[in-house]
Nanobody, 126 residues
């Protein structure tokens, strides 16, 4: 079983950058597609980005495309979310997710992923 622990959240000014990390325990990390969702106060959880288990494919929500980059290091069992040019609307709790069943391209339509982290809060000041 893989467990996910996010880190790197915090306070950032609009226009600034932040990097989130998601460390996974277990020896099967490279079997999982990994990604990020977020949930802002009073809003539904939404897809942010996903990267395939090999790192070859990645997909992004339109709202973050060109500003956020997802990457992974299978030797460190870690997935990252590099967030640049941040906006107040990026403020949310960010959740790391893992799944080995569904195609990464389907993640924007799915909430039933196998594994979830506890979340890390990102605050963006204007």
């Amino acid at each position: 079983q893989v467990h996910l622990v996010e880190s790197g959240g915090g306070l950032v000014q609009a226009g600034g950058s932040l990097r989130l990390s998601c460390a996974a325990s277990g020896r099967t990390f490279s079997s999982y597609d990994m990604g990020w969702f977020r949930q802002a106060p009073g809003k539904e959880r939404e897809f942010v980005a996903v990267i395939s288990n090999s790192g070859r494919y990645s997909y992004y929500a339109d709202s973050v495309k060109g500003r956020f980059t997802i990457s992974r290091d299978n030797t460190k069992n870690t997935v990252y979310l590099h967030m640049n040019s941040m906006k107040p609307e990026d403020m949310a709790v960010y959740y790391c997710a893992a799944d080995s069943r569904w195609a990464p391209s389907s993640w924007p339509r799915r909430g039933d992923l196998e594994l979830w982290g506890q979340g890390t809060l990102v605050t963006v000041s204007s």
